[in-house]
Structures are given as C-alpha cells and as structure tokens.
C-alpha cells in the first residue's frame, strides 16, 4: 500500500496502483520537476490557480528516481535533491505530491491504461496540466492529442503550457544543467529563477589557505551536479544568515593536490563553522582555475578575485 508522510508544506504520496485519492478532485501536474525552474513555476501555478477555481486539491505526480535510472541504470545529475524539490514545490502551493517510485509495472501501462487507472480511478483528476514537450505511456506512445482525447472519454479537462524563453532560451532542466556544468551560473540562474545551491558540511583541510592569509572552509558536498572549475562569487548562508564569498572549485593545480574540493572564504569572517552545515549559493564565475608559478602569484591572483568578488556581490 502507499506510504505517507509530510513535508513542511506538502504532502507526499509514494503513489501504488492499489491507492484511491481521499479526496473528489484533483487539478494535476505531471513532470519530473527537476530544479523547479521558471517554466514549472508557471505550471504549478496554473496548478493552483485552477484548483482554487474548482475547490479542489492542487497536486504533481512526480518520479522518484528519476525514470532514466529504470531505463538506462542511470539518472541525470540532478539540480535538486529530492527533499529540495518538495520544499520548493510545496512553496508555491501545491498540497500533494504523488510519487511513483521503481514500479516497472507503471512504465508499461498503455496511454489508454494509464488515462484510466491512474489518473481517471487512483487520483481522481479533473484537470489536467502538463508541459509542451509532454508524452507518456508505455515507449512513450501519448502525445497530447492522446490524452485531450482520453480527457473528453473519462471526464477531465487538459491544457498544455508552452515553453517559457529567458533572453531567447528555452527553459529546461536540460538546459540548466549545461549552463551549470559550463560554469554559466548566473545564465542558469535566470532560467532557475534563483542561484544555484549547494550544501554540505564543513570539514578540516590542510588549512592552506589559513597560511597564505585567506582561511578557507572545505566543504564536503554530495551533489554529483558540478560547476565547472574555477573562482566563483558566492553567497554562503548559515543558520539563515548570508554573508558574501569567493569559492574555488578544483584541484589545486598550483600544489598538485589532485582531490576536487570545494572551499569557500567567506569575507571578513573569523568564527568557527567547523561540522556546520551550510549552503553555497552561486552568483558568477570569476575565471577557471590555473597553476601559479608559487605562493605569492597565487596570494597577488587571490586579492585580485576577491575584489572583483566585492564588487560583484556589493560586499
């Protein structure tokens, strides 16, 4: 049977196929939702909208993993972890989120199947939101033609959202991603309507940076979405507060460390965040990451960013 369990502001299904919606109507969206960027934004609250108009439940179903993982053994590197997407999408609204989980059986459900048993008989769906490159059913066999024909036989309504342009780019999350791991985060950040985000605790390195006059915090991050290497102007939040920053990505190349770090100087700072989880949210890249002849090129190079730092963030 399904499994429940809250989230701050939205409930969260693990949907099956013996589960039944308690309640009459629902006004749904479906997608994978990753990064809930501008274009889902606008989905989820057409979502909303919709709902209110009709008194019922705004709801997504959504997939975790993601599906490519069922067909390929892989999934994306994703922009947001799977607690983040709730929080965001509950943010906007949304009451409920059904989530299909690794169930093979959901994926070979015909476009007629799957209008019946999920959405008609399970979720209860009265309207029916979904975005401009939508397909669904087994070998993704429906297209929106399917589905408003489906709609017109089982009772419910469907509209399409077409593709939302940021300076002439289409927003995706695949677009996103590229821009991400281009080191492009203030570009992905127009698309994403906020900065790029990642989080981890901070950790002991071998204060290299304490030595050459900028103490640096190490943070050890589990996001497998990466940005390119380099300088970045950042914002670190901790405890809710935010304080401007520089972050190096990279592997040190100056002293042939050869990890992949992420450190962060956070600007005139001087406490203790030792085992402190914090974020570090992207603003622009400053330049990649290169060797220096020695210590004092590097300190020369290290005063330069953080200037510009300043004068990106007005810190």
Not at 145 to 160: C, D, I, N, T, Y
Not at 273 to 300: K, M, N, Q, W
């Amino acid at each position: 049977m399904s499994r429940k369990k809250k989230n701050s502001t939205v409930q969260i299904v693990h949907w099956d196929k013996e589960y039944r919606a308690p309640f009459d109507r629902t006004v749904l969206a479906i997608g994978n939702f990753d990064g809930v960027h501008r274009g889902h934004t606008i989905i989820l609250e057409r979502v909303v909208e919709r709902a209110k108009q009709e008194d019922a439940t705004p709801a997504i179903l959504t997939f975790h993993p993601h599906p490519r993982k069922m067909f390929t053994g892989e999934e994306p590197p994703l922009i947001t972890g799977f607690d983040e997407k709730m929080r965001l999408i509950g943010d906007r609204g949304v009451s409920v989120a059904f989530v299909v989980g690794e169930d093979r059986a959901f994926y070979r459900m015909s476009p007629r199947e799957f209008s019946r048993k999920v959405l008609h008989e399970s979720l209860k769906v009265t309207h029916l939101f979904v975005g401009y490159d939508f397909s669904f059913g087994k070998n993704r066999s429906g297209d929106y033609e399917e589905l408003v024909a489906q709609g017109e036989k089982l009772g419910f309504g469907v509209e399409r959202v077409e593709a939302v342009e940021v300076d002439g780019t289409p927003v995706s999350s695949t677009e996103i991603r590229r821009l991400i791991g281009d080191g492009a985060v203030d570009r992905a950040a127009g698309l994403l309507g906020r900065e790029y985000v990642m989080t981890g605790e901070v950790v002991e390195g071998v204060e290299r940076g304490r030595k050459l006059g900028f103490p640096t915090a190490n943070v050890d991050f589990t996001t497998r979405l990466v940005p390119a290497d380099g300088v970045y102007a950042v914002r670190v939040i901790r405890g809710g507060v935010e304080y401007p920053a520089v972050a190096n990505l990279g592997n040190n190349p100056t002293f042939s460390d050869g990890a992949f770090n992420l450190e962060v100087y956070i600007l005139d700072f001087t406490e203790d965040i030792y085992g402190e989880v914090i974020e570090v949210s992207f603003v622009r890249r400053i330049r990649g990451e290169r060797a220096f002849s020695g210590p004092e090129e590097l300190i020369d190079r290290i005063e330069r960013d953080v200037k510009e730092a300043r004068e990106i963030l007005g810190a």
